[in-house]
């Protein structure tokens, strides 16, 4: 079964500090792999994804993921915060069956506080 | 355009009412999902369509009805609701099963 573990359940940094959320996951073959982000009351929006090639994947709104088979992670990483980047991030893994549909696995989230 | 849109975007229910959540898409996507979100948890996945077909059921109890009409539309339909079931209702499309998800803004839902 596929799970995913973002280690940190809220982190604070400083307004133009650089960000990194962390993500392990597990699953048995090659993780198709994402990262969305939540502002309260709203839907979840993409922020990048992972689905085979180059493991340093760019995002939206200057983000940028990097996987690390070796490692079981997918972090996610801004080098310089914006007050606007406060909100919940949720990592997810997810398994691709032709037929059926894929199950998203999300981790419990990183809720994110910028300081100004 | 990857948008997936939700209506109503709020929704406050008796017990004892029928109500449908309603989420359309327009981009030609064939797999079609609804989530349940909890404050400060996750989204859990509830029903997946795929071409129109009910792919997966989580074990989702029957007072919540899924519906496919057509490739673009899907609904959610509630009867005899919970106070427990109150939660944020996302709805997500991908262009085929497996691929990346988008996302609708969620209805939230108040059962009294």
């Known amino acids: 079964a596929q799970s995913v573990t973002q280690p940190d359940i809220h982190i604070t940094v400083s307004e133009g500090a650089s960000l990194e959320l962390r993500c392990n996951y597990s699953y048995g073959a090659t993780p198709y792999l994402f990262w969305y982000v939540q502002s309260p009351g709203q839907g979840l929006q993409l922020l990048l994804k992972?689905?085979?090639?180059?493991?340093l994947v760019q995002g939206i709104k200057g983000f940028e993921a990097e996987f690390k088979r070796s490692q079981s992670s997918f972090n996610l990483r801004k080098p310089s915060v914006h007050w606007s980047d406060a909100a919940e991030y949720f990592c997810a893994v997810g398994a691709r069956w032709e037929t059926s549909g894929s199950r998203l696995t999300f981790g419990e989230g990183t809720q994110l506080t910028v300081n100004p | 355009d990857t948008e997936v849109t939700q209506t109503p975007k709020h929704l406050v229910m008796g017990m004892t009412n029928k109500k449908s959540l309603k989420c359309e898409q327009h981009?030609?996507?064939?797999?079609m999902y609804w989530y349940k979100q909890k404050a400060k948890k996750p989204p859990e996945l509830m029903f997946v369509y795929s071409y129109e077909k009910l792919s997966i059921n989580e074990s989702v109890p029957s007072r919540f009805s899924p519906e496919c009409p057509n490739s673009s539309l899907l609904n959610l339909h509630l009867h005899a609701l919970q106070p427990e079931d109150s939660a944020l209702y996302l709805c997500?499309?991908?262009?085929?099963?497996?691929?990346?998800?988008?996302f609708g803004p969620g209805t939230r839902l108040l059962v009294l």
């Open positions: 997500a499309s991908s262009l085929l099963p497996g691929e990346t998800q988008y």
């Open positions: 992972y689905f085979s090639g180059d493991t």
């Open positions: 981009m030609g996507h064939r797999a």
